[in-house]
Nanobody
Framework: QVQLVESGGGLVQAGGSLRLSCAASGRTFSSYSMGWFRQAPGKEREFVADIWSSGITTYYADSVKGRFTISRDNAKNTMYLQINSLKPQDTAVYYC??????????????WGQGTQVTVSS
């Protein structure tokens, strides 16, 4: 069982940056592939990025490539999402997920409660 808690969201102007964190409980964090998703009002949950257990292999949605960076620190049981050059269309609730990989939300076993990111123009 893994419990996930996101933090780091907030209100930021377009062009700004944020770093989201996802703290995980459990001693098996390092064995899980993990991902970030986001969901804007009225839209489906959208894949952002994922990272395999070693932290070496990562994948990004085309819409965020070059602006978002996913990383993890297995010693701290924490995953991160560095978001740069924020755009108003990045406004969404950002969720971290564990126990799966790829763009399908149904592939993941565990989810956090989400953190709101709002980008003003």
């Amino acid at each position: 069982q893994v419990q996930l808690v996101e933090s780091g969201g907030g209100l930021v102007q377009a062009g700004g940056s944020l770093r989201l964190s996802c703290a995980a409980s459990g001693r098996t964090f390092s064995s899980y592939s993990m991902g970030w998703f986001r969901q804007a009002p009225g839209k489906e949950r959208e894949f952002v990025a994922d990272i395999w257990s070693s932290g070496i292999t990562t994948y990004y949605a085309d819409s965020v490539k070059g602006r978002f960076t996913i990383s993890r620190d297995n010693a701290k049981n924490t995953m991160y999402l560095q978001i740069n050059s924020l755009k108003p269309q990045d406004t969404a609730v950002y969720y971290c997920a564990a126990g799966g990989w790829g763009p399908d939300p149904d592939a993941y076993d565990y989810w956090g409660q989400g953190t709101q990111v709002t980008v003003s123009s």
